[in-house]
């Protein structure tokens, strides 16, 4: 089931629900008065993991002095992640999508050499002492 939540007060809402939970206001699903959040639209890339290059798309919740919160689902947006400002950066789709093939890419490759060793290490004869 799709997550959905009230763009509001950000309350997780059941599907076909007529008031919000949270803020109790009327909602709607579809059309220009919508406002039942189905999908995050990012706006940044954040880098959270310290020694990796996975670059992760976010939406930008708030921009403190030194720190920023930002949400990678739904979720999130009620419980940001807080990071420091310098490892937010400018959505850019296609620097993210060739990073990630990038990665994709290594990924394979790895794991191909990493068969290709073992394939070795399986031809190995135990020493006849
Ligand atoms: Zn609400």
């Known amino acids: 089931m799709p997550e959905q939540i ?11 629900s007529t008031t919000c939970p949270g803020c109790g206001q009327k909602l709607f699903y579809t059309g220009n008065d919508k406002n039942v959040l189905d999908k995050l639209i990012p706006n940044c ?8 290059d996975m670059l992760e798309p976010a939406l930008l919740v708030k921009a403190c002095k030194t720190n920023a919160k930002v949400a990678t689902n739904l979720r999130e947006i009620s419980h940001p992640i807080t990071l420091s400002k310098d ?8 620097i993210f999508q060739s990073i990630q093939e990038l990665r994709q890419q290594r990924t394979n490759i790895v794991q191909d050499f990493d068969q290709q060793i073992q394939t070795y290490w399986t031809k190995l004869t135990p020493y006849v002492f």
């Open 6 to 16: 009230c763009a509001q007060c950000y309350t997780s809402v059941a599907d076909q």
């Open 87 to 94: 490892r937010v950066y400018s959505f850019d789709k296609s």
């Open 45 to 52: 890339l954040i880098y959270r993991y310290e020694g990796s």
